[in-house]
């Protein structure tokens, strides 16, 4: 979903480990893989549910951690500023976001 209007195709994933690595997890531009956006980010939210099925009004105010909630970033810092904390703030250890590429 962009701005809340879904732009790929539903997939039903139920029972798929989607990402269980201690890879990298790639936001924005990542020229290397061929990858760029043209764009700003406000709110990144990776959840545990699907928060959304269906086109829907974006919000307009900052997302909440809860329990369904695995990271939140609400980059609200500089323009400019290429590292992000998590809003966790019951987290053991700070997880930062680092975003790279042109522009960053």
Do not use: M
């Amino acid at each position: 979903f962009i701005d809340g209007t879904q732009i790929g195709a539903t997939a039903d994933v139920t029972g798929v480990t989607l990402f269980n690595s201690t890879a990298s997890v790639y936001v924005g531009d990542v020229p290397a893989l061929g990858d760029t956006i043209a764009g700003w980010f406000d709110e990144i939210r990776v959840s545990k549910i699907a928060r959304y099925t269906a086109n829907f009004t974006a919000p307009t105010a900052a997302f909440s951690f809860d329990t369904n909630t695995v990271y939140l970033i609400h980059c609200d810092g500089t323009d400019g500023s290429t590292t992000f904390t998590d809003d966790d703030s019951a987290a053991a250890a700070a997880k930062n976001l680092t975003l790279l590429g042109v522009g960053a």
